[in-house]
């Protein structure tokens, strides 16, 4: 079993920054995609950003320039600095990974438990 492991999330004020970390609890045969999901309160989950196993990357439009994903391979981890902060920015932040737990599985997804990110005005 895979469990995905967040930390990072908290309070900030606006024009500030946080990083997220997640990491797979055990070694993977192989990751394709990771990324960010969040959900605000009353609104529908969203993708945040996400990145492929050669280093492409993908943003919502909104976090363009302000966000950056990045992954250690080796680590089975994934980051998402994320800078200028901004109210519209508070929501769970959801860590997804898309791969195989061994050389003979299906692609499988996971998600994790969340963590709450807070921007005060």
């Known amino acids: 079993q895979v469990q995905l492991m967040e930390s990072g999330g908290g309070l900030v004020e606006a024009g500030g920054s946080l990083t997220l970390s997640c990491a797979a609890s055990?070694?993977?045969?192989?990751?394709?995609?990771m990324g960010w999901d969040r959900q605000a309160p009353g609104k529908q989950r969203e993708s945040v950003a996400s990145?492929?196993?050669?280093?492409?990357?993908n943003y919502t439009t909104s976090v363009k320039g302000r966000f950056t994903i990045s992954r250690d391979n080796a680590k089975n981890t994934v980051y998402l600095q994320m800078n200028s902060l901004k109210p519209e920015d508070t929501a769970v932040y959801y860590c997804?990974?898309?791969?195989?737990?061994?050389?003979?599985?299906?692609?499988?997804?996971?998600w994790g438990q969340g963590t709450q990110v807070t921007v005060s005005s």
């Open positions: 990145i492929g196993s050669g280093g492409g990357t």
């Open positions: 997804t990974l898309a791969g195989k737990p061994r050389s003979f599985s299906v692609t499988h997804t996971y």
């Open positions: 055990r070694s993977m045969f192989s990751i394709d995609t």
